[in-house]
């Protein structure tokens, strides 16, 4: 099976309804002899649960080009996307060493307002 060595989902701000800022999704392959497209796809799952949106491909950016990422020079997929506030599943798929694309991994994406806590 294929899996991703990084991904990161950013934080984003809200006011009410639509994010007023894009989540930043990153991931990259655990494994540097696997290529090929990420793809992603994001399911609110709360305050009121939603169908998953379908799978959108993660623009790659090679190593060494300007991006915003804190792991200077390495590959990374990455794509900006606007979100309504809530809680949601970003699901991550690749191709596995045989060309066959699969579901990898999933992590937990949180859109507020930075208002919303008393920090």
């Not at 796809?41 to 649960?49: F, H, Y």
Request: glycine share 8%; proline share 7%.
């Amino acid at each position: 099976m294929a899996s991703l060595g990084r991904h990161r989902v950013q934080r984003l701000c809200s006011t009410s309804g639509e994010s007023s800022e894009p989540a930043d999704i990153t991931a990259d392959y655990e494994d540097q002899s696997l290529t090929g497209e990420v793809w992603y796809r994001a399911r609110m799952v709360a305050p009121t649960a939603q169908p998953p949106s379908g799978w959108k491909p993660l623009k790659f950016t090679p190593q060494g080009a300007q991006s915003d990422s804190d792991d200077e020079g390495a590959d990374r997929y990455e794509a900006s996307v606007k979100l309504a506030r809530g809680k949601y599943e970003v699901a991550f798929q690749v191709p596995n060493r045989a060309g066959k694309v699969e579901e990898c991994s999933s992590v937990t994406l949180i859109v507020s307002d930075p208002g919303d806590y008393d920090l």
